[in-house]
């Protein structure tokens, strides 16, 4: 077999279009009569939030490739004309869906236990007494009327501003000639607003329905006889410049307050609205009809997010979960003297993330020690972290590198960044084109024997309490010297461009992590041809990259058993006879986020496990700062296959399948057809409820004992001479 054929558009999914289909499992949830009531209404909501960034970042993207006449070509075969005319099409029926979800299902479904969401119309004498008070109180004296015309121009929509056309005519004088009027409303206004009623119930009306009904009372003189919601998505990447007058704070904090204002990608409006309001929005926001859709409900379903804050019904929504305290030590010098003898690994959110902030938080009290240095990509504006950071700052040596670039959470790392440098903190953002993802705390202690040593804490997610309640990751403690030393050596390469040749026993993207990938990959491979035990479990949240997509299906033709948990995009196409047939991917999609990555590799019975922050994609391969390590400890090792891979992939409940399609479909339910759920598993494993063993793991092709595994020693990175033979040994 050819080379070249790996490049074969046919072996490709698109990577955009797999990210719809991600949205579409997380909407399955929504539709999934198996969850609590209102948390089908979050993961709607969730849908909803995910799609606007899809569409501000992947759509823009597209637009602007166009524009710029660009001639690549994706890796499955297309232009991006092509890319976006096929994923418009996808958006439009999954939006489709989402209403029909909304309407049909859940709507019926909230009204039968009493909880309704009405139009002005169906609201009862109380309820509409309370809105028109409301209305005349809160939201009118906010409200600015607009009527287009030569000396009104038609105003500024910000970005995913909530907006009510209108088409007038002047009750006197003018002619019949009808006018254009707009009203923006304030983001300070709840766009879902509980009402008390006569009978009693939850009831709620959305803010888009009362303004319409006593838009009247701004347009006096006017008559209006076409009214409808609209919202407009804009382009929201930044474009920063490098210029040697301003830092890159500057001028990050400046494209963020750009962002509202980027150009218009979208137009959502209420189905059934008037043809020349349509006309006329579509024309002033040079849109293509493609990026028009029009809803059968509110213009903005990310706001049930408030229906689920604000309904105080336990009984619809998941039973609370409490995660298992893990504490190292109940001082600093028994938290350091803990973390000498034995790596410590905690399992979030199933292990409560307080091991983490008590790290550093104990850390910035210790008089023994000496420095810290950490870095942080996203944080929640109240971190206990980025507190005990700047508390230490007059204690002794600190230093942040703060990604400013997050997307979306730009606005809360410059706010930190200022207090840090306020404070006295070394500020670092990093290195220039290059986001740094990696999540990495290092701390430097004196300690009581008189030695001076480095302690660290590695993880696979953010520094963020608050998500760490729901995503699933992973945090490493640990004092190993090799490892504290290259961790050492990458904040030197964040603060002072100054690289190592290796950073063993890391892998560090963009500098050696996708070769070292493929190497491992390979080295399957070459088990595999020569008849010696070869298996790979890998636990992502993408899988997008062509090299290594293409060692991938180098090492199944090789006989490589491999498993692929891919949360979210995966553009491999998996079972194909003859080139992929002993590849099976699965994605879960349940009540915590799939966010840990995990890289298993039996290396001919010598297995290795590797967490880190890199997905398999482009950008976190080539175009950021992250970091993966390896678990040297045999005990952590044998924990994350017997507690966590196994469990991943005896999944039956929330797991999908991907065929070689590219659609997903359930596993077939075991037990009685009740199926195995691994978040479940893991809950009750931290609850002490359950062993944590699930002993063996069936597939198509191969019997998984994880309890057989034993943990083999740590690959260090080939040099340039162990790549080339990689590069030479394809199938």
Known sequence: MKRSTLDDPRH???????????????????????????????????TANNLDEFVEIRVSSFLQRIEHGSREISPDGLTAEQELEKVSAAMHVFVRDQYKCWNDELLPALAKQSIRVSSTGELDAKAAKFTKTFYERRVNPMLTPVTV????????????????????????????????????VPRALPRLLRVPTENGGVHYAFLQDIVSTYASKLYRGYEIFASTAFRITRNSN?????????????????????????????????????????????????????????????????RLFHLYDETKRPDLKYPPFVPRQIRVGHDADSMFHVLRRQDVLVHHPYESYDAVVNFIRTASHDPRVLSMKQTLYRTNSDSPIAEALLEAAGKKEVTVVVELKASFDEATNIRWARSFEDAGVQVFHGLAGLKTHAKLALLVRNDPDGKIRRYAHLGTGNYNPSTARYYSDFSLLTSDEAITTAVHNVFNYLTAYAEQPNYQP??????????????????????????????????????????????????????????????????????????????????????????????????????????????????NLYERIEVVFPLKDPQLCERICTEVLSSYLADTRKARILGPDGTYARPRSVRNGHGFSVQEHLMRVAAGNTDSRVLAVRTPQVVYTAADVKPGPVVHPPDESDAQDTANAGV
């Open 238 to 302: 930044l474009y920063l410049e490098q210029e040697e007058s301003r830092s890159l704070l500057e001028n990050v904090d400046s494209q963020v307050a750009q962002r509202r204002k980027g150009d218009a990608v979208r137009l959502e409006i209420e189905e059934g609205a008037h043809p020349d309001i349509v006309e006329r929005l579509v024309s002033t926001f040079e849109l293509d009809d493609s990026l028009v859709f029009r809803v059968r409900g509110p213009v903005n379903l990310q």
């Open 506 to 619: 890391l892998m560090v993207a963009p500098r050696d992590m996708a070769k070292t990938f493929i190497f491992l990959i390979d080295r399957e491979a070459r088990h595999a041809r020569r008849g010696r035990p070869a298996r790979m479990i890998v636990k992502v949240n993408a899988v997008v990259d062509p090299p290594v997509i293409q060692a991938l299906y180098r090492a199944s033709q090789a006989g490589v058993e491999i498993d692929l948990i891919v949360r979210g995009q995966c553009a491999l196409v998996p079972g194909v006879r003859g080139w992929s047939s002993r590849i099976r991917v699965r994605s879960i999609v349940g009540r915590f986020l799939e966010h840990s990555r995990i890289f298993y590799f039996e290396n001919g019975g010598k297995p290795e496990v590797y967490l880190g922050s890199a997905d398999w994609m482009q950008r």
């Open 12 to 46: 490709y999914l698109n990577r955009h279009i797999q990210w719809l289909e991600f949205n579409r499992r997380v909407l399955e949830e929504a539709r999934d009569i198996g969850n609590p009531l209102l948390e089908r209404v979050k993961f709607l909501a969730i």
């Open 149 to 184: 015309d030569p000396s009104h121009p038609f105003p500024h929509v910000l970005n995913k501003a909530l907006c009510i056309a209108l088409l007038l005519r002047r009750r006197r004088g003018g002619n019949g000639k009808p006018y254009f009027g707009v009203l923006t």
